[in-house]
């Protein structure tokens, strides 16, 4: 299964949202789950994994994960090439190095990442950002050109992102 997290934040309490689907190229996702938590820490700049970390890895815990099972999410695995991670080189750490971790960003990370591969989709002149680890990050590229969805953001992602987004409190594992 391909678990896709994201997470945002509102005044009083993060949303977690995390869509599992089973193919790369599917159209719909096999099962959405969300939960709601307190916010554990104040945005920090260049510590961003700090707050939503926690959110993450509380919603894995009620998902339960399998041997197989891929993770993405919004945001960067590596950031540079001396060795820097991102939310998700902190979060494969914190699953022991045992489920590969994909990150897509929409925005590109200064500092230069030899590891970082640059992915178009659809007709759009802006980019995506892949990073990985414990996983070919080349091999990913290609899967993620090809997920279902004709512009910039695969179709499930795009679901992602505006779930996170409804202003609907939540708490359920679906």
Request: charged letters at 30%; a neutral charge.
């Amino acid at each position: 299964m391909i678990y896709a997290f994201d997470t945002f934040y509102y005044p009083d309490y993060a949303k977690t949202v995390c869509i599992a689907f089973e193919q790369w190229d599917s159209e719909t996702e096999s099962f959405i789950y969300s939960e709601n938590t307190e916010i554990s820490s104040d945005y920090e700049s260049g510590a961003f994994y700090k707050r939503e970390l926690p959110c993450i890895l509380s919603l894995i815990k009620k998902i339960g994960l399998k041997d197989g099972d891929l993770i993405i999410v919004d945001g960067y695995v590596t950031l540079d090439n001396n060795g820097k991670i991102g939310l998700g080189g902190y979060l494969y750490e914190s699953l022991d190095k045992k489920c590969p971790v994909i990150g897509i960003a929409k925005n590109k990370f200064a500092s230069e990442d030899n590891m970082r591969k640059t992915i178009f989709r659809g007709e759009s002149k802006t980019p995506l950002f892949l990073t990985a680890k414990g996983i070919d990050a080349d091999k990913t590229k290609i899967k993620i050109e090809n997920m279902h969805g004709a512009y910039r953001i695969p179709t499930l992602l795009k679901k992602l992102d505006q779930l996170t987004r409804e202003k609907v409190k939540l708490n359920t594992i679906s």
